[in-house]
C-alpha cells in the first residue's frame, strides 16, 4: 500500500485505528477452544467486528510463533482474511546482520519464497543501516523503525544523550537518510506524547506507529493534537484494549465497540486538521 493510499484510506474511513491482533491463546473466550484453530476463529470474528473502525491491523509475531507451526499457520491465514485496502504490519522488532535481515524480510514480505506478504514490519535500529537496507529492498514494503517505545526500558536507551541530542533522534535523522517517507514510519509511544511536538520537527512527513492507548495508559487526545498532519500521519495502535474487552460468547460485539469508541474519537480529531 502506498503512502497516498494508505491516507485515503483514513479520511475515508475517518479512522487511523490499527487493531493489535496479539492473540493470547491463554485469554481466548472458553467456548472457542473447540475450534479447529481457535485463534484463527478469535481473530476472524474480530476482524468481522472492527473492520468499519480500522484502516490497519497488526499481529504481534510474539503470540504466533509461541504457538509453534499451529501459530505460523493461523498467521498465514489471517493475514490472508484481511481485507486488502487494510494496512498490515507484521510486529516482528527484526533487524541483524545484512544477509539475516535478507532472509527476515524475505519472511514477512515474500510468498513467493515461502514468506507472508505483510506491507510493513516493526525493525529495531540497534545495528544500523546495514541491518535495515534490506527490507528497505523491497519497493513498495515499509520498515516501521523502533525510535521511542511505550515501555519504561526506554529510557534506558533511547533517551540517552549523545552529543547535543538524545539516541531516538539521532536514530530519527540518520534513518531519514536511509528512505523516505513513502517506506519509513517510526514508532513512538502513547506513552511519550510530551516528546510528539520534537518528533514532528524532526519527521513532519513520516506515518508514525503509535501503540500505548487503552491497557498503556496513553491520550490518544494529546497523540492526536501533537501528531497528525494534513495527510493523517498517524496509525494509533490499541491491542488488549480491543481484543479481550470480554471473554464471553459477546467479544466480537465488545470488540467492535471499543474500536467504534476509538474510531468516533480520532473522526472528531481528523476534523480539526485543516
Ligand atoms: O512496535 C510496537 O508495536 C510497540 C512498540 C512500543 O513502543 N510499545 C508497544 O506496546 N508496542 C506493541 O504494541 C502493542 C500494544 O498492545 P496493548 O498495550 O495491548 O494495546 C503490543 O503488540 C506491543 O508489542
Redesign the pocket.
Known sequence: MTYSELSEQIFQKQSYLCV?L?TDSRKLPPHLLTEADPVFTFNKAIIDATIDFAVAY?P?I??YEAQGPRGWESLQKTLDYIPKDCFT?A?A?RGDIGNTSDLYARTFFDPTAAGLAFDSV?VAPYMGHDSVMPFLAYKGKWV?L?A????VG?ADFQRQIIGDQELFEMVIETAKTWAGPDQLMF???A??ANELKRIRELAPDNFL?V??????GGSLADVSRLGLTKTGGLLV???????YASDGTDFADRARAEAKALQLEMAHHLATIS
Open positions: 493489535g496479539d497488526k504481534n510474539a503470540f504490519i510486529d522488532k516493526t516501521i523502533l521511542l517505545t511505550s515501555n526506554s514508532v513512538v509511544g506513552t511519550q506507529l501503540p500505548g492507548v487503552g491497557t498503556q495502535n490499541a491491542s488488549r484494549s480491543i481484543l
